[in-house]
């Protein structure tokens, strides 16, 4: 038995003898970290959703430096059905509201009655606009101070209504934060009661919940550690539950599976059967687990070559949930079957009693489905490929954005405020700060004659002067993050000045930059994912046919699900009923989230699956039969496992955030179709048309798998370096 396995055997062996001293030790270590991590939230950052070197980010530093920040980041918008703006007690109300702003926290307030040509009154009257700019250095300033004047923003006797960037980054981070503990107070329970129905025991049911409570508590140490030395955004919490507890469900799942089976090899009267149950579970689900949480972690640290904080900030938060969640099923977990031993089944249904233990028979109805598949493989790899890319073919058709008020549940204030906005002062407009550095006045006109010649643009007025260093904006009709603003953007940035230089900043620009530096990245964490991939599996397996079937099995049904989230979230369907409004895209971070996420969680059954398969034919040599074994002792428990994390998702499928909505329905979909579709129909039917080749490596790659690779079993009898073909 290879090096590794044997070391995992020994560590089993150590838990067994000192079961007691490891759980005693590993509680409190929890308490500790429960008591350091429940810091953590006062020092997460509010936003991280910039490229700091991206030419919008460059221009706000630019125009912080020259004039300090005169983006418009907040529009409050009072109203009264009985008084006009120009009532002395609404502006008398507006102004003490203005007065009283902390000069601290903004940088510019323009009241509607200081631009009376700007359209900040409605057009009835009995509204009317105050525009803020914000102070600071960062996002995380700007949602800072927007905290510190929000309250103070509501004028007395006046409908108040607070709208612009920040007050939906605000409503984002409040309901996001609802959400979050509403997903774990419905997701728990019925992880619970549903693992009892799957484990058919009171006390096996509550493993899963204990692991991933544990996952949760000590990734909030980590990341509280984290906050020390680098940025880290609050949306790491929820991607810490998210796979806090999803990848303890199916580690506690692999383990005790494993467990129950070993123990039911044994006598019931062995004195010693739980300690050799422990050792053989850990050499082989142990190995399992291990390599999961390796293989997932790696595909989640492919998000931290992305330059948004917010990005970095859900590999950070991922890998310490996916590591701790492997730590605490490595510890925590075998110590407490060690000291329960047969009492693992206490507490069992009564339809349950006498039911073998899962994985003990080798002819149950997953070795008859993967027989079946096997009969035809090719007409089922066929039928399987063609429809997934079927469902994938809406993605094809994809448009992409960031975050705006849509995101936002109707009944959010942004969301109102905006609405607002669009039906009492006019139709929606976007703009775009344009900064000219080194450029004279005669070219600065140019250059604005120019720009009014973009095709959209409807005004271009100055905003200040410095030096040489002008400040304009450019207005054009339509949202700021429909297709047509950023075609606007596109053509602003087209315009050299006569002389000097041009930045083009503002939100429409934001969204350009964010797709560009998505699209830039996208390759380089492909790359690294797939060759990790490869890399893990190869060592796994001892396979190089393996990992690249793996990898590619894995893109098609992730692009599947990319098309049903394309469908629902962007074309629209089923809006309603999910009870969100549809934005006409996708927001550009969440498909780079989910794919690594997914990929990671796609590996973590293939390895599984893989991993009983190569135990199966280390032992008998024999291909087919290893696949329909390996498919009927993984088959319950990997549904299983997609079925308990299929809740926890779900959970979060019920945000009022639009992108949260879009991120938990859509690996909702991933998992609906990766387990019982590509696990238990595809993998089967492209192992039986492999056939041997499936074990195949180079001569030397082999040769140094079989003296140092990481197996289950017994070693296996030596494929031929060139099979012949099937």
């Known amino acids: 038995m290879a090096g590794e396995t044997a070391m995992l055997e020994r560590w089993g062996g150590f838990v067994a003898r000192r079961a007691v001293w490891v759980l005693m030790t590993a509680i409190l270590v929890t308490v500790g970290a429960a008591a350091y991590g429940s810091g953590v939230f006062d020092s997460l950052s509010q936003g991280g959703f910039d490229d700091h070197g991206s030419e919008s980010a460059r221009e706000l530093d630019a125009e912080r430096e020259t004039f300090g920040n ?4 907040v529009v409050a918008v009072y109203s009264s059905d009985e008084l006009t703006a120009d009532d002395p007690q609404f502006r008398a109300a507006v102004e003490d509201v203005v007065a009283a702003l902390p000069s601290g926290a903004t940088a510019q307030v323009v009241p509607y009655w200081a631009a009376p040509d700007a359209g900040l009154v409605s057009r009835d009257g009995h ?39 920040f007050a939906v980054y605000n409503d984002v981070n409040e309901i996001t934060s609802e959400d979050l503990e509403r997903a774990e107070l419905v997701s728990l329970p019925l992880v619970v009661l549903l693992a009892l129905l799957i484990f058919g025991s009171a ?40 796979l806090g507890i999803g990848l303890a469900i199916d580690y506690a799942l692999f383990v005790i599976s494993r467990f129950r ?68 099923a490595l510890t925590i977990l075998p110590a407490t079957l060690r000291l329960l031993g047969h009492r693992i089944d206490l507490g069992r249904l009564p339809w349950r009693r006498h039911r073998a233990v899962a994985g003990a028979d080798e002819h149950g ?16 790899i066929v039928m399987t490929v063609a429809a997934l890319l079927v469902i994938a073919s809406p993605f094809l058709g994809a448009r992409w954005g960031s975050v705006d008020h849509r995101v936002l549940p109707e009944d959010a204030p942004a969301h109102q405020a905006q609405v607002l906005l669009n039906e009492e002062f006019g139709a929606e407009t976007s703009s775009a700060s344009l900064l000219l550095r080194g450029t004279a006045e005669p070219d600065v006109a140019a250059y604005v004659r120019d720009v009014e010649q973009v095709v959209g643009v409807v005004s271009v007025v100055p905003v200040d002067r410095s030096g040489d260093t002008t400040l304009l904006r450019a207005t054009w009709a339509g949202n700021s993050q429909s297709a047509g603003s950023q075609d ?18 503002g939100l429409s620009a934001n969204t350009v930059d964010l797709i560009d530096s998505v699209g830039a990245h996208l390759p380089w964490m492909g790359l690294i994912v797939v060759v990790v991939m490869l890399g893990l599996l190869f060592v796994a397996f001892g396979s190089v046919v393996l990992p690249v079937k793996a990898v590619v099995m894995n893109l098609v049904s992730i692009t599947a699900s990319f098309g049903v989230v394309t469908w629902i979230f962007s074309e629209g369907h089923l809006a309603d009923q999910l009870g969100f409004v549809s934005q006409g895209y996708l927001d550009a971070t969440m498909p780079i989230l989910m794919l690594a996420i997914l990929f990671g969680l796609s590996m973590d ?35 299983s496992a997609a079925l308990l994390l299929a809740v926890v998702i779900g959970a979060f ?19 609906l179709i990766d387990a019982p579709l590509v696990r238990a129909v595809l993998v089967p039917a492209t192992m039986k048309l492999l056939g041997r080749w499936n074990w195949w490596a180079p001569g030397p790659m082999l040769r140094w798998w079989q003296r140092y690779g990481i197996r289950e079993g017994e070693p296996a009898p030596a494929p031929a370096e060139a099979p012949a073909a099937v």
């Open 488 to 505: 606007v953007v596109a053509s602003l940035r087209a315009i050299d000045p006569p002389s000097g230089t041009a930045l083009v900043g």
């Open 261 to 328: 089976e070993e123990l039911a090899l044994l006598p019931d009267e062995h004195l010693d059967a739980a300690a050799i149950a422990i050792r053989r579970t850990m050499a082989t689900a142990g190995r399992t687990v291990l390599f999961s949480g390796l293989t997932v972690a790696a595909a989640l640290a492919s998000l931290l070559i992305f330059p948004q904080a917010f990005l970095k900030s859900m590999g950070y938060g991922g890998i310490a949930a996916v590591l701790v969640a492997m730590v605490a």
């Open 70 to 73: 005169r983006s418009i980041d």
């Open 653 to 671: 499928g019920l945000s009022g955030i639009v992108f949260m909505k879009m991120l938990g329905i859509g690996m909702l979909i991933a998992l």
């Open 605 to 639: 059954y293939e390895v599984f699956l893989l991993s009983r398969i190569r135990e199966q034919y280390d032992l008998t040599g024999d291909n087919d039969r290893a696949v329909v074994v390996g498919v009927q002792k993984t088959g319950r428990i990997i549904t």
């Open 203 to 242: 006390v096996a049911a509550l493993m899963p919940a204990m692991v991933g409570v544990v996952a949760m508590v000590g990734a909030l140490a980590v990341v509280r550690l984290l906050t020390g030395v680098t940025e880290v955004s609050v949306f790491a919490v929820n991607v810490i539950s998210l």
């Open 127 to 165: 509204a009317g606009q105050v525009l803020i700019s914000l102070a600071g250095e960062s996002q995380d300033d700007y949602l800072r101070h927007y905290d510190e004047i929000e309250p103070g923003l509501h004028a007395e006797g006046l409908d108040t209504h607070l709208a612009g960037s």
């Open 365 to 380: 109805r997953w070795a008859r489905l993967a027989t079946a598949v096997m009969r035809r493989p090719v007409l089922v």
